[in-house]
C-alpha cells in the first residue's frame, strides 16, 4: 500500500523530485532560505534581504500571517506584509516562501508569493492542504511537533493527491521531554525521509533548537544528514525583533555560516563520492 503513495521513491522508480520556486531550484544542490522571523517593517526587511542576498541566500522567508503562541502577541501584518516582501523580490529578485495559515488567504497570498509555507501548527489542517494542493504553486511543508513521520507524509499525500506535484518536506524539531532546547532536532528523520520518498526535504534549525548559539552545528549536521537544504531566521539586530529573538541569526553570523555550510557541501560529498 505504502509503495502505492504519490510521494513513495519506489512510485518514481528512484527518481527524486525537484521543485522549482522562482528560478531557483530545490533538490538539485544545497537550498540556502533565510529571512526575518517576521516582516515588521519595509527598512528590516529589504536590509535582511539585500544582505542574505550577497551572502548566497536562494530564497527569501518572512511571515506576513503569523501563528502565534498567544491572541495577543504581534500576528504580522497581513498583506502590508506581502507587500513588502514583493518590494524585496523586486529589488534582490529572490524568490519569496512566507506562510499562509486560511483557505480565505489563497489568492491573495498567491499573488505575491513563489512558495506557501504550511507551519508546524497547520500540518494536519486538511482543508488548508487540499486547497493549496488545487494550485501549482510550490508548498514548503513543515512537520508538525507532534507528528510521526507517517503523519507527516501522508498531509504531503493531501496535497499530490489534489494534482500539485511541487511538495517541499521540512524538518522543524519535535517535542521530546527536552526543555533546554525549544524542540528537538531530528535529524535522522532526513535519511529517513529520503529512503521512502522522493521529495526534497530540508530542516529549519532556528525553531527546532530555539537558540542562535545552536543554529551553526544544526546546519553543519543537516548537511551530514543529507538535507537538501536549510532555512534560517536572521534579524539585523535580533535583541529587537519583535518575534523568536533568542533564535535569530545576526547578517554577519549568516555570512560566516554560508561560507561553512558550503566548504561541509564539498567535504560531504567527497566523503560519499563512489571511490573507483
Ligand atoms: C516559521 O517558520 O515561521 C514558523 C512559525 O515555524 P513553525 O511552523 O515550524 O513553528
Ligand atoms: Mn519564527
Same mark, same amino acid.
Given at each position: 500500500?505504502?509503495?502505492?503513495?504519490?510521494?513513495?521513491?519506489?512510485?518514481?522508480? !528512484?527518481?527524486?523530485? #525537484?521543485?522549482?520556486?522562482?528560478?531557483?531550484?530545490i533538490g538539485s544542490g544545497f537550498t540556502l532560505?533565510?529571512?526575518?522571523?517576521?516582516?515588521?517593517?519595509?527598512?528590516?526587511?529589504? &536590509?535582511?534581504?539585500?544582505?542574505?542576498?550577497?551572502?548566497g541566500a536562494n $530564497?527569501?522567508?518572512?511571515?506576513? /500571517?503569523?501563528?502565534?503562541?498567544?491572541?495577543?502577541? !504581534?500576528?504580522?501584518?497581513?498583506?502590508?506584509?506581502?507587500?513588502?516582501?514583493?518590494?524585496?523580490?523586486?529589488?534582490?529578485?529572490?524568490? $519569496? #516562501?512566507?506562510?499562509?495559515? %486560511?483557505?480565505?488567504?489563497?489568492?491573495? #497570498?498567491?499573488?505575491?508569493?513563489?512558495? /506557501?509555507?504550511?507551519?508546524?501548527?497547520?500540518?494536519?489542517? !486538511?482543508?488548508?492542504?487540499?486547497?493549496?494542493?488545487? &494550485? %501549482?504553486?510550490?508548498?514548503?511543508?513543515?512537520?508538525?511537533?507532534?507528528?510521526?513521520?507517517?503523519?507527516?507524509?501522508?498531509?504531503?499525500?493531501? $496535497?499530490?493527491?489534489?494534482?500539485?506535484?511541487? @511538495?517541499?518536506?521540512?524538518?522543524?524539531?519535535?517535542?521530546? /521531554?527536552?526543555?533546554?532546547?525549544?524542540?528537538?532536532?531530528?535529524?535522522?528523520?532526513i535519511?529517513? @525521509?529520503?529512503?521512502?520518498?522522493?521529495?526534497? @526535504?530540508i530542516v %529549519?534549525?532556528?525553531?527546532?533548537?530555539?537558540?542562535?548559539?545552536?543554529?551553526e552545528?544544526?546546519c553543519l549536521a543537516a548537511v551530514a544528514a543529507g538535507s537538501d537544504g536549510i532555512?534560517?531566521?536572521?534579524?539585523?539586530?535580533?535583541?529587537?525583533?519583535?518575534?523568536?529573538?533568542?533564535?535569530?541569526?545576526?547578517?554577519?553570523? /549568516? %555570512?560566516?555560516l554560508v561560507q561553512k555550510i558550503q566548504k561541509m557541501y564539498r567535504a560531504m560529498n567527497d566523503i560519499l563520492a563512489?571511490?573507483?
Open positions: 500500500m505504502d509503495d502505492l503513495k504519490l510521494s513513495s521513491l519506489k512510485k518514481t522508480n !528512484f527518481k527524486r523530485t #525537484v521543485v522549482s520556486v522562482g528560478e531557483h531550484s532560505i533565510a529571512g526575518p522571523c517576521t516582516v515588521e517593517n519595509e527598512t528590516q526587511t529589504l &536590509t535582511i534581504a539585500h544582505a542574505v542576498k550577497k551572502a $530564497i527569501l522567508r518572512g511571515g506576513a /500571517f503569523k501563528p502565534r503562541t498567544s491572541p495577543y502577541s !504581534f500576528q504580522g501584518l497581513g498583506s502590508e506584509g506581502l507587500e513588502i516582501l514583493s518590494q524585496a523580490r523586486k529589488e534582490t529578485g529572490l524568490p $519569496i #516562501v512566507t506562510e499562509i495559515m %486560511d483557505t480565505r488567504h489563497i489568492a491573495m #497570498v498567491s499573488e505575491y508569493a513563489d512558495m /506557501f509555507q504550511i507551519g508546524s501548527r497547520n500540518m494536519q489542517n !486538511f482543508t488548508l492542504l487540499k486547497e493549496v494542493g488545487k &494550485t %501549482d504553486k510550490p508548498v514548503l511543508l513543515k512537520r508538525g511537533m507532534n507528528a510521526t513521520l507517517e503523519e507527516w507524509i501522508n498531509c504531503a499525500e493531501y $496535497i499530490l493527491s489534489e494534482g500539485n506535484p511541487h @511538495v517541499v518536506l521540512c524538518e522543524r524539531g519535535i517535542r521530546t /521531554f527536552e526543555t533546554y532546547t525549544r524542540n528537538t532536532l531530528d535529524l535522522s528523520i535519511p529517513a @525521509v529520503k529512503e521512502i520518498t522522493h521529495l526534497p @526535504v %529549519d534549525p532556528s525553531h527546532a533548537t530555539g537558540r542562535a548559539s545552536l543554529v552545528r544544526m532555512m534560517i531566521e536572521v534579524h539585523p539586530n535580533p535583541k529587537e525583533a519583535l518575534c523568536d529573538r533568542d533564535q535569530l541569526l545576526t547578517l554577519a553570523e /549568516f %555570512d560566516g563512489p571511490s573507483v
